[in-house]
């Protein structure tokens, strides 16, 4: 299984992006998927989650302006950032919850996508 994350790209501040996270493989379900961030030199930190039934948890420095959602017909994931501010560069990275076709629920797999880079400049 594979998370393919897209998106990412260079806007001034006030811009706004929309990243993706596809997933794909021998897919049964997926749980959770979330977004985290690592800026250089920090720790990557949580962002926002978003169950399978649509319950959406976000970090206080981006409510109101960042809206995950997800598409569970195409096993796709998404983060809406808005108002983006230079605070917000970092390399952005999509985690799922995903049961395979091979497991039985609840049994899952961790999954990391790939990091997409946002740069915000002021």
């Known amino acids: 299984v594979q998370l393919q994350a897209s998106g990412g790209g260079s806007v001034q501040s006030g811009g706004s992006l929309r990243l993706s996270c596809a997933a794909s493989g021998s897919i049964s379900s997926i749980h959770v998927i979330s977004w985290f961030r690592q800026a250089p030199g920090k720790h990557r930190e949580l962002v926002a989650s978003?169950?399978?039934?649509?319950?959406?948890w976000y970090r206080d420095s981006v409510k109101g302006r960042f809206t995950i959602s997800r598409d569970n017909a195409k096993n796709t994931g998404y983060l809406q950032m808005d108002s983006l501010t230079s605070g917000d560069t970092a390399v952005y990275y999509c985690?799922?919850?995903?049961?395979?076709?091979?497991?039985?629920?609840?049994?899952?797999?961790?999954?990391w996508g790939q990091g997409t880079l946002v740069t915000v400049s002021s």
């Open positions: 978003i169950t399978r039934d649509g319950s959406a």
């Open positions: 985690h799922a919850e995903i049961t395979l076709t091979t497991m039985t629920y609840p049994q899952f797999q961790g999954t």
